[in-house]
């Protein structure tokens, strides 16, 4: 199969599990974000060769923030294109706050493609993202409220909460991870309430 064929496929498989979920499956949706997470795997490690301790945690980041806006995807379009779109506003973000921790010069790309949610959907995805957070234990919670949300170095955010860096740094990682399967659980114990792709 040429690469493009690959990519058709991957493209069908992904978007007809995702229909399925949107439809009320819940099986459909968690064979969706497993899919889903080798996919934004891949496409970060591509982009962060020279950070690859940062892939896991964008791919978590990504996660949420696609479960949190998933009733805005157009199933008229390609469903990669709109996870890309997520994917690399996440991307120049993680640029932007290693560029102001790191003063690194590289250039950004032009913004003026990326997906932007309405007031009110960022509005619902904070409190989604907060209630999840407050079910972290605190050597968890306040390393990624300081670092993912306030934009703090590792370095600042030990001194703000007296952890050490290292503590900082697993304490994102697990804790990032312990928000996917938070996600994913809370969908399955909802038997994931079906919501209409977004309609023209």
């Keep these: 199969m040429t690469d493009q064929g690959r990519l058709n496929a991957n493209e069908a498989r992904l978007k007809g599990l995702l229909l399925r979920a949107l439809a009320g499956e819940a099986p459909a949706y968690q ?61 120049v973000d993680l640029l932007r706050r290693r560029a102001r921790r790191d003063a690194l010069t590289d250039p950004l790309e032009d913004e003026s493609d990326f997906l932007v949610a309405t007031d009110s959907e960022a509005a619902e995805a904070k409190r989604d993202v ?5 079910q972290l234990p605190d050597r968890q919670r306040l390393p990624i409220v300081h670092t993912k949300l306030e934009g703090l ?28 399967v938070m996600i994913l659980e809370s969908s399955v114990d909802r038997s994931f ?8």
Aim: hydrophobic residues 45%.
């Design 31 to 91: 064979a969706w974000l497993k899919e889903l997470s080798a996919h934004l795997r891949a496409y970060f490690r591509k982009r962060l060769t020279r950070f690859p301790d940062e892939v896991e945690d964008l791919v978590q980041e990504s996660l949420l923030a696609i479960h949190n806006q998933r009733h805005t995807y157009d199933a008229d379009l390609p469903l990669t294109a709109w996870v890309h779109a997520i994917a690399k506003y996440k991307l």
């Design 130 to 134: 907060g209630k999840l957070l407050g």
């Design 153 to 180: 170095s590792v370095a600042e955010a030990a001194r703000l909460t007296g952890m050490s860096e290292s503590a900082i740094k697993v304490g994102v990682h697990r804790g990032m991870k312990a928000l996917a």
């Design 193 to 200: 309430s079906p919501v209409r792709p977004h309609e023209h």
